[in-house]
């Protein structure tokens, strides 16, 4: 439990209630999963404006659940952001897209959803 990220701040917000943190992990993955791949989609087409607003979309809760990609995500929205055309994105990306599929996969399991 909590390899691939940390519910430090999650029990802090929720006032160790248990239920309220099974609903923000369960939140997690009905919203993160959909993100990731509206990014993914984005940066493979060169589409900027899509790649900003789904990583800055992503941001919070990849904050709060503290999966330690944070900069790295950051760094993928300033692409779009800025539009760096000629800026190879797609190793930011992989690092966001691993650890974001590895705290989906644990936080599923860990949860039973």
């Known amino acids: 439990m909590e390899q691939h990220y940390k519910l430090f701040r999650v029990r802090e917000l929720a006032d160790n209630d248990e239920d309220f943190i099974a ?13 990731l791949e509206r990014l993914q989609k984005a940066v493979a087409e060169e589409d900027y404006h899509e790649t900003y607003q789904a990583a ?4 919070p809760t990849v904050d709060l ?3 330690g990609v944070l900069d790295t995500l950051i760094e993928v929205q300033d692409w779009g952001k800025f539009t760096k055309k000629g800026e190879d994105i797609t190793q ?5 897209v691993e650890a974001v599929e590895k705290a989906l996969v644990e936080i599923k399991s860990d949860f039973k959803l």
């Not at 609903?23 to 993100?35: G, I, R, S, Y």
């Not at 930011?92 to 966001?96: C, E, M, S, Y």
């Open 92 to 96: 930011q990306l992989a690092v966001v």
């Open 65 to 67: 659940f503290e999966l």
């Open 23 to 35: 609903t923000l992990a369960e939140a997690f993955l009905e919203e993160v999963a959909p993100d």
């Open 56 to 59: 800055h979309k992503m941001k």
